[in-house]
């Protein structure tokens, strides 16, 4: 009953993509259940490079099963782009897919909505969000009056649907914007473009809980693909600073519908130090010459939005919180030739807060807001690692930095990555 999950444990970007791929190979079935392309993978196969936002990373490998779960949000402009994207490169296996019938879909309205509430949060600091109108589409879903499923769009009722949505929209809109700055949305115009989006997505839709649970009984192998990271989870992330969905290791079995219990191996993917696009609190963020050289080393610059990321050291209280939370049994720990060339590097070992120390990783913004990080200083290594092929390659100090991390976080690190290509992965097993 081999079932497994790949979630992120800071704020996205750990590089999920290249570790869900070479496991890929290993599964029958990829599932991606929360977000949508909100998320930026970068998988670099032999010579060619592919960046995907909304189809799982499992499309490059002939012969497995795809399938985008309920919980996603879907774009289906995305998707489509997608396909033939893969369609124009020859990757055969596209066909393989199967999209949910349940999942929530993108309209115009919601990117509308995204762009002027991004600005509009209680807190007063913006949540930077990728403008997809993940949060919107999320919103609406719970709220359901103005909700619109991918299987509603074949139904008589979807003309109507999309005229009673545009004419509440619109009015809300034009209030929420300033004067002037909203056009009104045409109803007629977007139940057009979203017909033919639905009957390009026809051969792709199905009722993928069904198809799921069926496969999970019979035993096939489920790799699940986590998007964003645990800190953006809405529950149990750096609220309000998170994405829309349960981006934690929780939030399998409501987006999938997969009960946790087939799902027996989870996979925790660590950045060697930690980034963070959009705004909210980061303790070890290195706004200063340092980040700018981890993020120029490292090309911290979103795949989505091409936003650059926040850089800073490794936090070892967010990642050890992050990693209970998900139940994960090991960790791969990636861009570790990023970290070459430092004199001396820093982990994040507790935080003090009104002068008390503690491991806890706070429940509320503001408190996170205020904690001083306590840094433990390991020592460098100058050595060039983008070669290693093997643990015997890696510097001492950089397999010392490795054995702290896994102390810290208190699970083994059972891989390390450094490059993008698939051949650039050490198995510390
Ligand atoms: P949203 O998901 O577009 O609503 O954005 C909410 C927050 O999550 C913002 O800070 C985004 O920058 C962040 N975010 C969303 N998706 C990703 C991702 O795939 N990687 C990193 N950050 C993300």
């Known amino acids: 009953m081999p079932g497994t999950s790949v979630i992120g444990l800071q704020w996205g970007d750990e590089a999920k993509g290249k570790i869900v791929d070479l496991l890929t190979q290993r599964h029958d ?9 909100n998320a930026g993978h970068t998988v670099v196969v032999g010579e060619e490079v592919y960046k995907l936002s909304l189809l799982p990373s499992g499309v490059l490998t002939p012969g497995v099963t795809c399938v985008i779960a309920g919980g996603v949000v879907l774009n289906p402009a995305k998707a489509i782009e997608e396909l033939g994207e ?9 066909d393989n897919l199967k999209i949910s019938d349940r999942v929530h879909v993108i309209f115009p309205w919601h990117f509308a909505e995204d762009r002027v509430m991004d600005k509009n949060t209680s807190d007063g600091e913006n949540i930077g969000t990728t403008g997809r109108g993940i949060g919107p589409c999320y919103r609406d879903k719970v709220g359901r009056s103005y909700a619109v499923r991918l299987g509603d769009m074949y139904r008589d009722t979807f003309r109507e649907q999309v005229q009673h949505n545009v004419e509440v929209k619109n009015g809300i809109l034009a209030a929420m914007y300033p004067p002037g700055e909203f056009a009104p949305l045409d109803a007629q115009a977007i139940y057009e473009e979203y017909r033919a989006y639905a009957e390009k997505l026809k051969p792709y839709v199905a009722d ?3 198809y799921l649970l069926t496969a999970a009984e019979a035993g096939k192998r489920i790799l699940f693909e986590g998007a964003q990271g645990a800190l953006l989870d809405v529950d149990h992330g750096t609220y309000p600073f998170v994405t829309s969905s349960n981006s934690s290791g929780v939030g399998i079995s409501n987006g999938s519908g997969v009960p946790a219990r087939y799902i027996n191996h ?9 980034s963070r696009v959009g705004g909210g609190p980061f303790p070890t963020e290195q706004d200063n010459q340092l980040g700018q050289q981890i993020r120029d080393k490292g090309n911290e610059y979103g795949t989505v939005t091409r936003r650059p990321r926040r850089c800073g050291w490794l936090d070892a209280v967010a990642v050890r919180y992050t990693t209970r939370l998900s139940g994960v049994d090991s960790i791969c720990l990636m861009l570790m030739d990023v970290l070459s060339g430092f004199d001396e590097l820093k982990i994040c070992t507790a935080y003090e807060l009104d002068g008390e120390q503690s491991t806890r990783f706070p429940s509320h913004v503001d ?19 983008t070669g290693a092929t ?3 390659d890696l510097p001492a100090n950089a397999l010392a930095y490795v054995d702290r991390v896994s102390e810290l976080i208190g699970v083994p ?3 390390v990555s450094v490059g993008p290509a698939r051949s650039q992965t050490i198995s510390l097993k």
């Open 29 to 37: 079935v990829v599932v991606r259940y929360q977000g949508g392309a």
């Open 86 to 94: 893969l369609a124009s490169r020859n990757v055969e296996d596209s």
């Open 208 to 210: 993928t809980t069904e």
């Open 266 to 274: 989870t996979i925790g993917i660590v950045k060697a130090y930690t």
């Open 367 to 385: 408190d996170l807001r205020r904690v001083q990080p306590i840094y433990e200083t390991l020592p460098g290594w100058s050595e060039d690692l």
């Open 390 to 392: 093997s643990k015997s």
């Open 413 to 415: 690190v059972e891989m």
